[in-house]
């Protein structure tokens, strides 16, 4: 494949994004007029599923096409653990952009993670560099968890005396797509662009949002009966400066907001300079979040359809627009960017093309995710059922449980997820049985 016939590829992700809150599966506001002019005439999957509820696993399975169990990293920084890296180290078969600079392409990541995620990309935007010691200190793992396990009392006033929170501080939307449109133009080659948007990630730090002076929040924190929970939430209501749930949801469709206006101009560069028609163009949620659903608050934890199911956007040149309702996941993405560029030398993906599926072919009847954010929870699920197996259900966050040992659901009656019908059998257990971890 020689430069000339290579087609860009960008990859969008946002963060904790759910389809829920989007004009386009139904929302009542439009704050994705952007993203939704470009689904309209592109691939719109309406059944679209993260493998993860956390960020570090879902972007492994991106990159890899396999599944958390299989690539290795189960759990979310600072929960990783030594054993989840050194099965990584084993069992690494492919990372699409070490791929993707092999044969030729530019590749860039505008992202703060770092650690093995800069494997294979030309430019590693990292903020490190600006960060002052104290920021540097207060971003390292066991420092974070100790953060995050203290009383608010005292969480709140180590936030006085430091003016930072225990978790990183993200560049704004705009200033992510200025660096990512900068490195577009300055590519001498074909490119792979990877972005990753935190705006959509609570407590929605660069977000300018008034607010409405709405005060529940103290009723609202009464009626949380686990303790842990409740002050994990306070924490979280610490960070974010409101004091109603109704302007924190609202700030988090602020964001969306934003993220959507950025999306816009790289939709409009791409077509100003003659790109559009050759660049693949990928946007999605690595994971989704609960808001104030399943008495979990402003966390992905859990694995209810609020943190796995996300939205899939793809302009995939020479493919018309149409809605995909058959299931896909994110592990699917990398062997769909293969098939395009009629790369075919690698086969070892738990994920399959989505080009089948736009051609009409069902490509999988059932999907299967592992909590990132709980010791032990995974869970497979077809069009109307689903099954949650919790081993150990104590969540890494809070350190409440947000499930049972079994939960299932029958979506076609109980969409929300709100009645466990568990009887003591189910048909979908055997698959999760085939899906054993470490």
């Known amino acids: 494949m020689d430069n000339a016939n290579k087609k860009n590829i960008i990859i969008l992700v946002v963060d904790a994004f759910r389809p829920k809150n989007l004009s386009m599966f139904g929302y009542r506001k439009k704050i994705d007029k952007n993203l939704k002019k470009i689904a309209d005439k592109n691939l719109l999957f309406k059944n679209f599923f993260s493998s993860s509820n956390a960020t570090a696993p879902s972007l492994m399975s991106i990159f890899t096409g396999r599944y958390p169990n299989h690539h290795g990293i189960l759990h979310q920084f600072p929960y990783t653990t030594n054993k989840e890296i050194e099965k990584m180290d084993r ?107 935190w705006d959509t990630h609570f407590p ?103 943190t796995i199911h996300v939205p899939f956007i793809m302009h995939l040149p020479g493919f018309e627009g149409k809605e995909m309702n058959e299931f896909a996941q994110n592990i699917d993405i990398t062997p769909t960017v293969l098939d395009y560029l009629g790369e075919r030398e690698y086969n070892n993906f738990d994920g399959k093309s989505l080009i089948k599926l736009v051609k009409g072919d069902k490509i999988r009847d059932k999907v299967f995710f592992w909590d990132g954010l709980c010791v032990n929870v995974r869970g497979v699920r077809t069009k109307n059922k689903k099954l949650i197996v919790a081993k150990d259900n104590q969540c890494n966050l809070c350190k409440s449980s947000h499930h049972g040992e079994f939960e299932e659901y029958d979506l076609e009656k109980d969409s929300g997820e709100n009645e466990n019908i568990y009887s003591g059998e189910s048909e979908l257990k055997e698959f999760l049985d085939e899906k054993e971890d470490l």
Not at 99 to 123: H, Q, R, S, V
Not at 264 to 275: D, I, M, T, V
């Open 91 to 197: 069992e690494m078969k492919f990372w699409l952009p070490k791929y993707l600079k092999e044969k030729g392409y530019n590749t860039i990541a505008i992202d703060w993670i770092g650690m093995w995620f800069k494997d294979g990309f030309d430019y590693y935007e990292e903020r490190e560099e600006t960060q002052s010691k104290l920021k540097k200190f207060m971003n390292v793992p066991v420092v974070k968890k100790f953060l995050l396990n203290l009383p608010n009392w005292a969480y709140k006033i180590g936030k006085k005396v430091v003016k930072t929170r225990a978790s990183v501080k993200f560049s704004p939307a705009k200033d992510t797509m200025d660096l990512g449109i900068s490195k577009i133009k300055n590519s001498k080659k074909p490119f792979f662009l990877f972005m990753h948007f």
């Open 204 to 306: 929605f730090p660069t977000t300018k949002f008034r607010g409405s002076k709405k005060e529940n929040i103290e009723e609202f924190l009464e009626k949380i009966e686990n303790k842990s929970q409740r002050e994990y939430f306070k924490k979280r209501v610490t960070d974010i400066g409101l004091n109603s749930t109704e302007d924190m949801i609202d700030k988090y469709d602020a964001a969306i907001k934003e993220v959507d206006k950025q999306i816009g101009r790289l939709f409009n560069y791409l077509k100003n300079n003659n790109l559009w028609d050759n660049t693949v163009l990928i946007v999605l949620g690595d994971h989704g979040t609960n808001l104030i659903d399943h008495e979990i608050y402003f966390s992905s934890s859990g694995l209810y359809d609020d």
